[in-house]
């Protein structure tokens, strides 16, 4: 797919050298068809890392991509550059009148924090009523899908002793949802997250389906309202040495976190990770651009409701 972005972005030079397709806004029109318009919602300290996973998996179809990066007013990112945020990023009162096709929201390094005392938390719950009548289907991944969950449907979150960390196996639980299609009957995702929800907590909402699930890292993928929320605790996205880069993070900062499961060869953190999870990746988005967006938005966006 070709994916429309600025030319200047720093994710385009490594997509480029992974021979994924990107165009810029002149070629782009030059196209005779309406391009799909998602927006993603950048929670993540080290934005251009997550840019450059999330351009990634949306590479992956025929379908044409207009993409906005938004960033919070009331929160200042710290780790990315104020001119890189200023130069890609808008508001949400940048494009509150808008509509979208689809709609991404990330996770945050905030999950031993009360959702209401996070600085930005108003802020969010006001892009999560917004998404409802702005956009035909929302991906919340990690503690978004966390914070997702709570906001929407009341499920609590649960703080752990230990971070879930590492590569496991899932299983599918709906397998007739084209979400689905595609995949093998186990398949890998990486979890990076100190919190969880409960399988008993959301099987007392008629509205949750839990569609997929780990013995290990627990409730996977949630769906709600037909396929137009989606709510994703694993981190598909993450690049083969996103887990490393965080495993020796912590290691520098005296957290003593455990080895990531099933991901360097043998368990071994001086040998090289094994990618388990790149397959399940790009289907999981393809899938859910194809199925959940592209062919339940309406031509004109304008009748999103």
Not at 60 to 79: A, G, Y
Not at 146 to 156: E, F, M, S, V
Not at 180 to 198: C, I, L, T
Request: with cysteine.
């Amino acid at each position: 797919m070709p994916v429309n972005v600025p030319i200047s972005l720093p994710a385009v030079d490594a997509l480029k050298a992974e021979n994924i397709f990107v165009i810029d806004e002149q070629r782009a029109s030059s196209q005779d068809i309406r391009p799909l318009r998602i927006a993603i919602l950048n929670l993540m300290p080290l934005k251009i890392m997550t840019e450059t996973d999330l351009l990634r998996l949306l590479s992956n179809t025929p379908l044409q991509i207009e993409l906005d990066f938004i960033d919070m007013d009331s929160h200042v990112s710290k780790n990315t550059p104020r001119e890189h945020i200023d130069m890609f990023y808008k508001r949400f009162d940048d494009i509150r009148d808008k509509n979208y096709d689809g709609l991404i929201i990330t996770g945050a390094p905030v999950e031993k924090v009360d959702f209401e005392s996070v600085d930005y938390w108003s802020e969010l719950t006001g892009i999560f009523r917004w998404a409802r009548t702005h956009v035909t289907s929302t991906l919340y991944i990690c503690w978004a899908a966390l914070a997702g969950l709570y906001y929407h449907y009341g499920i609590p979150k649960y703080v752990l002793d230990r971070k879930i960390s590492g590569v496991f196996p899932h299983r599918i639980l709906d397998p007739q949802n084209p979400i689905f299609r595609g995949f093998d009957d186990m398949f890998y995702v990486p979890h990076s997250r100190f919190s969880e929800v409960r399988r008993e907590d959301i099987s007392m909402v008629p509205d949750l389906r839990i569609i997929s699930e780990s013995d290990e890292s627990g409730i996977y993928i949630v769906s709600a309202r037909g396929g137009r929320e989606f709510f994703i605790t694993g981190h598909s996205e993450y690049s083969p040495y996103t887990l490393d880069f965080e495993y020796r993070r912590d290691l520098e900062k005296g957290m003593n976190p455990d080895i990531p499961a099933h991901y360097y060869a043998c368990d071994d953190p001086c040998r090289e990770p094994v990618v388990r999870w790149r397959s399940h990746a790009n289907l999981l988005f393809t899938n859910w651009l194809n199925y959940f967006v592209y062919q339940a938005t309406p031509y004109d966006i304008r009748d999103i409701r």
